[in-house]
């Protein structure tokens, strides 16, 4: 029987999604399941832009962050702190390198957004900084735009948190689906890139844990044939009968808002 290697878990495997590949699912077993090595960890050599070979550009993706003190007068005070996804600095509008940079409003109506979808960012945010959610919950692309008289930040790209009890500890990469099938193992089926880097590695699968929804890994798995998706994990490995598989933990997971 040809075997689609896809996203495994410890409860359920794209019953919807691989049925016809696989014939029947079946429970992973998380006793084999251990720590990795992540080579994608630290900023050693991860570069400041992306080299000319490159399949995906992941450099530019942007943490956001309710200020903890937001301020009503746009000429001295910021409403939201960015910071460089994986990255310790990033360039502010004054051009210098910072810990994180503010802004005073976020022009998430720029990508034609619904007020439904803007107030679903607008709440993950707030939820985030009251501690109701845990970690980072909007990621973006885009650039600081200057207005008359506050500095503003257009965003070409949103990214949204999609598990309610995620965290974001760990290394964010961006998954894709290689496209690869085969009839024997090891076949890493994924590639991960790693947010502003020039870094990737190959992948045989994501780790769920036991919380999430069949649903949501759908969704997962279908972003990865086209967009990719935001994962923020560690790496783990799997040891089976004749080999070991290399996957990552799903600690957050990230799909754009359209």
Not at 46 to 70: L, M, R, Y
Not at 178 to 197: D, H, M, V, W, Y
Not at 229 to 251: H, Q
Request: charged share 20%; hydrophobic share 35%.
């Amino acid at each position: 029987m040809l075997m689609q290697r896809g996203i495994n878990m410890r409860t359920s495997i794209f019953a919807s999604i691989l049925a016809l590949s696989l014939g029947a699912c079946a429970a992973q077993d998380s006793s084999n399941i251990h720590s990795g090595a992540d080579d994608l960890a630290g900023e050693t050599g991860d570069g400041e832009q992306p080299k000319a070979d490159a399949a995906h550009d992941t450099f530019g993706f942007i943490s956001v962050h309710k200020a903890e003190n937001p301020s009503t007068n746009p000429l001295i005070g910021s409403n939201y702190s960015l910071e460089r996804t994986n990255r310790t600095t990033m360039k502010c509008n004054d051009n210098q390198y910072h810990a994180s940079c503010g802004a005073h409003a976020i022009n998430w109506e720029s990508l034609g957004l619904s007020q439904t979808k803007v107030d679903q960012i607008e709440n993950a945010l707030d939820a985030e900084l009251a501690g109701t959610k845990t970690g980072t919950q909007v990621i973006v692309k885009g650039q600081f735009k200057i207005y008359v008289d506050f500095l503003a930040f257009e965003p070409s790209e949103i990214w949204l948190a999609q598990v309610a009890d995620g965290n974001d500890s760990g290394t964010f990469v961006q998954v894709f689906d290689r496209g690869i099938r085969c009839i024997t193992a090891p076949c890493p089926q994924f590639e991960e890139n790693k947010l502003n880097s020039t870094k990737s590695a190959t992948l045989d699968s994501l780790d769920y844990g036991n919380s999430a929804a069949d649903t949501l890994q759908e969704r997962v798995y279908t972003a990865m044939t086209t967009s990719g998706a935001i994962v923020v994990g560690n790496r783990e490995t799997r040891s089976e009968v004749s080999f070991v598989d290399n996957l990552r933990s799903v600690n957050q997971v990230y799909l754009p808002v359209k």
